[in-house]
């Protein structure tokens, strides 16, 4: 079993895989190093003398510099350790884009749901969107015994989507809310929607009809409560119309091609750039490979990789656009007079990462090394095959939800410390570290932690391409096992 890895050549680190204590030996590259502090699982180690000031290499790129000097040995963290990064940057555009990615297609298929228009479900699910928080408990109400009534047990699922929001909203926040409340109405995962209103916020229900454009009629319908004396009964009544057609719908095969994916990590660790986010980029290659696509977020942990992205932009376009991406994000924290820089979390730390350039050099490994297509906006919808970037922060119920929102049919979430949630798609959690995997088997979906045992990245892609087929195929992740459904809603300005 491995001890440590050193990932890059020109890294003046090792990443230790498994616990040191002082005066453990370590051979690197013939090299003696005697371990000067107990080590952690995850985290650093000097493998030269650095002197103070001197840029700490880890994925062969700076991830902050020492901020005392670093005896060979020595832990090196957060005590001995400061991000480079500044503010709003100018950026330069130097193309480093590849011609072919390493995997050939298969042209293999999953069992999907085809819909009227043209568009691809791997869920068959009657869905209830409040139009406003105000009518949550309604929505239980009307699911609760709607179920009772019927037993929809033929389809995947009935799901509320509760959020706090659609009413006392103002400008870019009220817009925010109607676009991802209406991409999840648009959802192909959803075979029919309920849009549930209460009549008086100004999230309206005529104007979020106009605002959905051209939506199958006979799948979509709108209740308001305050137009009606029994909104529970009329509702289940609408409910039922939609439940008759969706329980005739048919899994059929579906070219993995139509495939869409979104990239998340949350709670990470020391081994998240080694084992879990490289093997998602494994697969989101070999994804756009067979003509799939997936989506990259967390737009505040691509700061300090973000030239890597740009330099794979297709073109000045999108490089142009990825350049807004970053710097508009930057100008969000100013705007709200906070410290750019407030990364990572306290879990992060004890999991071995030290400064934001650390953790965004393993978050975006998850993005693997395929050109980046396009640059969406928050809530925006997919346009392109391929490698997205799309505008989220960092929050997971709130990047998760922009995922999906923005067309994804499931969701990849890496994590070193685990975490239980799920969006409104499919989010397979995978674990980073085999220790996670045992503890919380309800929780994980696929554990990556054997990358940093003995198992090959080409071993792990196949195992993990069957178990996304499986999922895309109806099989259930945990989350939605476990009835853990939620979305988040990103908001910046004012409440009334």
């Not at 869905?127 to 699911?143: D, F, K, L, M, Y």
């Not at 656009?321 to 924290?333: M, P, S």
């Not at 990047?399 to 499919?426: D, E, K, M, N, Q």
């Not at 570290?433 to 045992?438: D, F, G, H, I, Q």
Request: aromatic share 8%.
């Amino acid at each position: 079993m491995k001890e440590f890895i050193k990932i890059h050549s020109r890294d003046n680190v090792i990443i230790a895989l498994k616990d040191f204590s002082v005066g453990d030996v370590i051979e690197v590259e013939g090299k003696r190093i005697i371990v000067l502090n107990d080590i952690e699982k995850g985290h650093k180690i000097a493998t030269e003398e650095i002197a103070n000031g001197t840029d700490i290499i880890k994925y062969g790129y700076p991830i902050g510099h020492a901020t005392a000097d670093i005896k060979m040995g020595e832990h090196v963290h957060v005590q001995n350790v400061r991000t480079n990064l500044k503010d709003v940057f100018d950026y330069n555009y130097n193309p480093n884009l590849i011609e072919q990615l390493p995997h050939p297609n298969r042209n293999l298929t999953f069992n999907g749901y085809r819909r009227k228009n043209g568009d691809v479900g791997i869920r068959n699910e009657i869905w209830i969107v409040p139009t406003v928080g105000c009518v949550n408990g309604i929505a239980e109400q009307i699911i609760r015994e709607f179920k009772m009534e019927e037993n929809p047990t033929d389809i995947d699922g009935i799901e509320v989507f509760k959020h706090s929001y659609g009413c006392s909203q103002l400008g870019d926040d009220h817009e925010s809310t109607r676009l991802i409340l209406g991409d999840i109405a648009l959802h192909p995962n959803a075979g029919g929607v309920l849009v549930l209103g209460l009549g008086c916020e100004n999230n309206k229900i005529d104007e979020f009809m106009i605002s959905l454009g051209d939506y199958d009629k006979s799948r979509i319908k709108f209740l308001s409560s305050q137009s009606t004396s029994d909104e529970v009964e009329d509702s289940k009544a609408l409910l039922k119309e939609i439940y008759e057609q969706i329980r005739q719908d048919k899994r059929e095969p579906i070219p993995v091609s139509e495939l869409r994916v979104g990239l998340k990590c949350g709670g990470s660790d020391g081994l998240s750039g080694i084992t879990a986010n490289p093997l998602v980029g494994y697969f989101s290659d070999w994804l756009i490979s067979q003509g799939g696509t997936t989506i990259l977020t967390e737009v505040p942990e691509m700061f300090g990789a973000e030239q890597i992205l740009m330099d794979r932009c297709v073109n000045p376009e999108v490089f142009d656009k990825t350049v807004h991406l970053i710097n508009d994000f930057k100008q969000y924290f100013i705007d709200q007079k906070q410290p750019i820089y407030e990364n990572p979390s306290p879990g992060n730390k004890a999991g071995g990462i030290s400064t934001l350039e650390d953790k965004s050099l393993g978050c975006t490994q998850k993005g693997g090394i395929a050109n980046v297509v396009d640059v969406l906006k928050y809530g925006e919808r997919l346009h392109k095959k391929g490698l997205n970037l799309l505008s989220s922060p960092g929050n997971d119920l709130v990047a998760t939800t922009a995922l999906g929102a923005s067309g994804c049919h499931i969701v990849l979430f890496t994590t070193g410390r685990g975490t239980p949630f799920g969006s409104f798609i499919p989010t397979l959690k995978i674990a980073t570290n085999s220790e996670l995997a045992t503890k919380k088997p309800h929780w994980i979906d696929y554990n990556a932690g054997p990358l940093a045992e003995d198992k090959t990245f080409d071993e792990a892609l196949e195992e993990f391409v069957d178990k996304i087929l499986r999922v895309a195929n109806g099989e259930k992740a945990h989350h939605e096992k476990n009835g853990f459904r939620e979305i988040a809603i990103f908001k910046t300005g004012v409440t009334l």
